[in-house]
């Protein structure tokens, strides 16, 4: 038995065992590992307790610190008390470039591409990162899994590769009409000008002009609402027809609270309404959310950019009590909590220079639920390209040319 354990090691990557120790008391120090599969046509993967993946993007561009602070000055205490019953990866760190698209990109893809040059700098890596497969593409392709079954909120969803593309697509609030359908997914829109944040305000616009005068009555005001949004959806039907009831309904109730707009610090907040309602009613076995407000920062305003993290863990704790409570995802689904780059400590509005803070380049995972040990902190140095490969790994499936590697300490 113990020259079994010392071949398992070996084939395994070394767990953070000082933080296991001082975190996980009264858990069994050799807690096993999930074996290593050897897949004919994909690499070594886990197999996890988790069933299904929902992966958060935290916001675009936050600080280490304003996440992981003392109670005091904490932004997001509900995230941090959720790392404190799950794994924290703290000292995870993307390497490459520090901009929303590309480390969205390595996420979804488990590969930096290009390299950078001596002055970090790297445009030709979004362009070869379109073309690399992505976890929604990977994930219904090895398991046959209907368009329903995977879930983009605010990604990119598809890559130009010939093996997979939009036959492989998720469902997705992003794109709408022709015009959409060619844009490539190597770009990532403004803050505020996001895909379904657009979608949104034109339709809104729409409606409210056919509506005109609201009556008194709410029973009227409902009715005449609903069969405005009802015959806006019938004129311009959404790419993606599946989502119409789920947009229909968040349409409704925006107008029906009087607001007909979604400003760009409503971003999230509306996103999360439609990722919920989506996960709601289709039960995707993969999701990825992408939130992004925090980037307001780039406005120099700590207070919007503090409001958008604060609100953003909200939206997360209203996921994690969702996925809790929900008999499909209850116990199934492994939970994953993660940012797209970090932000210098000289200016709140900055992070577009990664050698001049290291705060640039740290960001976190917090992986919580079904697969995820609790009350583990790994102060070990991983890469953000690890988190792709490990969904793609929970789920049965793998990234082609991923750079990354497995997050072990995740599998049960």
Same mark, same amino acid.
């Given at each position: 038995?113990?020259?079994?354990?010392?071949?398992?090691?070996?084939?395994?990557?070394?767990?953070?065992?000082?933080?296991?120790?001082?975190?996980?008391?009264?858990?069994?120090?050799?807690?096993?590992?999930?074996?290593?599969?050897?897949?004919?046509?994909?690499?070594?993967?886990?197999?996890?307790?988790?069933?299904?993946?929902?992966?958060?993007?935290?916001?675009?561009?936050?600080?280490?610190?304003?996440?992981?602070? !003392?109670? *005091?000055?904490?932004? @997001?205490?509900?995230? +941090?008390? #959720? =790392?404190?019953?799950? &794994? %924290? $990866?703290?000292?995870?760190?993307?390497?490459?470039?520090?901009?929303?698209?590309?480390?969205?990109?390595?996420?979804?893809?488990?590969?930096?591409?290009?390299?950078? !040059?001596? *002055?970090?700098?790297? @445009?030709?890596?979004? +362009?070869? #990162? =379109?073309?690399?497969? &992505? %976890? $929604?593409?990977?994930?219904?392709?090895?398991?046959?899994?209907?368009?329903?079954?995977?879930?983009?909120?605010?990604?990119?969803?598809?890559?130009?590769?010939?093996?997979?593309?939009?036959?492989?697509? @998720?469902?997705?609030?992003?794109?709408?009409?022709?015009?959409?359908?060619?844009?490539?997914?190597?770009?990532?829109?403004?803050?505020?000008?996001?895909?379904?944040?657009?979608?949104?305000?034109?339709?809104?616009?729409?409606?409210?002009?056919?509506?005109?005068?609201?009556?008194?009555?709410?029973?009227?005001?409902?009715?005449?609402?609903?069969?405005?949004?009802?015959?806006?959806?019938?004129?311009?039907?959404?790419?993606?027809?599946?989502?119409?009831?789920?947009?229909?309904?968040?349409?409704?109730?925006?107008?029906?609270?009087?607001?007909?707009?979604?400003?760009?610090?409503?971003?999230?907040?509306?996103?999360?309404?439609?990722?919920?309602?989506?996960?709601?009613?289709?039960?995707?076995?993969?999701?990825?959310?992408?939130?992004?407000?925090?980037?307001?920062?780039?406005?120099?305003?700590?207070?919007?950019?503090?409001?958008?993290?604060?609100?953003?863990?909200?939206?997360?704790?209203?996921?994690?009590?969702?996925?809790?409570?929900?008999?499909?995802?209850?116990?199934?689904?492994?939970?994953?909590?993660?940012?797209?780059?970090?932000?210098?400590?000289?200016?709140?509005?900055?992070?577009?220079?990664?050698?001049?803070?290291?705060?640039?380049?740290?960001?976190?995972?917090?992986?919580?639920?079904?697969?995820?040990?609790?009350?583990?902190?790994?102060?070990?140095?991983?890469?953000?390209?690890?988190?792709?490969?490990?969904?793609?790994?929970?789920?049965?499936?793998?990234?082609?040319?991923?750079?990354?590697?497995?997050?072990?300490?995740?599998?049960?």
């Amino acid at each position: 038995m113990a020259k079994q354990r010392a071949q398992t090691r070996g084939q395994m990557r070394a767990l953070d065992r000082r933080a296991f120790l001082k975190r996980a008391a009264g858990q069994a120090a050799g807690a096993a590992l999930a074996p290593l599969l050897a897949a004919c046509s994909a690499p070594a993967i886990l197999r996890p307790a988790a069933k299904r993946v929902v992966l958060v993007r935290f916001g675009g561009g936050v600080r280490f610190r304003d996440v992981f602070a !003392d109670q *005091n000055s904490c932004l @997001a205490p509900h995230l +941090r008390h #959720l =790392s404190e019953s799950g &794994t %924290l $990866f703290a000292e995870m760190w993307n390497d490459h470039l520090t901009r929303h698209d590309a480390a969205t990109l390595y996420l979804l893809t488990g590969r930096y591409g290009a390299r950078l !040059d001596d *002055n970090g700098k790297g @445009a030709e890596n979004v +362009r070869e #990162l =379109s073309a690399a497969p &992505t %976890l $929604f593409e990977v994930f219904r392709r090895a398991r046959g899994a209907p368009r329903m079954k995977a879930l983009a909120a605010g990604t990119p969803d598809q890559s130009s590769h010939p093996s997979y593309g939009a036959p492989f697509c @998720a469902l997705t609030f992003g794109r709408e009409g022709a015009a959409a359908r060619a844009a490539s997914i190597s770009g990532d829109p403004s803050l505020g000008s996001t895909p379904h944040v657009a979608m949104a305000n034109d339709r809104l616009a729409r409606i409210v002009a056919r509506v005109g005068p609201t009556p008194v009555s709410p029973d009227l005001k409902r009715r005449n609402f609903e069969a405005a949004v009802k015959e806006d959806l019938a004129s311009v039907v959404p790419e993606v027809p599946e989502l119409a009831p789920v947009i229909h309904a968040a349409l409704v109730d925006r107008l029906l609270a009087d607001r007909p707009y979604v400003p760009p610090e409503d971003a999230d907040h509306w996103l999360a309404d439609l990722a919920l309602r989506a996960l709601a009613s289709y039960r995707p076995d993969l999701a990825v959310i992408a939130f992004s407000t925090p980037d307001l920062a780039h406005r120099g305003a700590w207070r919007s950019y503090a409001a958008a993290v604060k609100q953003i863990d909200i939206h997360v704790h209203m996921l994690w009590r969702f996925l809790e409570t929900d008999p499909y995802y209850r116990g199934r689904t492994l939970l994953l909590v993660t940012s797209d780059c970090g932000r210098g400590d000289e200016r709140i509005d900055r992070h577009l220079e990664p050698f001049a803070d290291p705060a640039h380049r740290r960001v976190f995972l917090v992986a919580a639920g079904a697969g995820a040990r609790s009350g583990l902190v790994v102060t070990e140095r991983r890469q953000q390209v690890d988190v792709g490969v490990t969904a793609a790994a929970v789920l049965g499936c793998a990234l082609p040319d991923a750079e990354g590697s497995l997050l072990a300490e995740i599998a049960t």
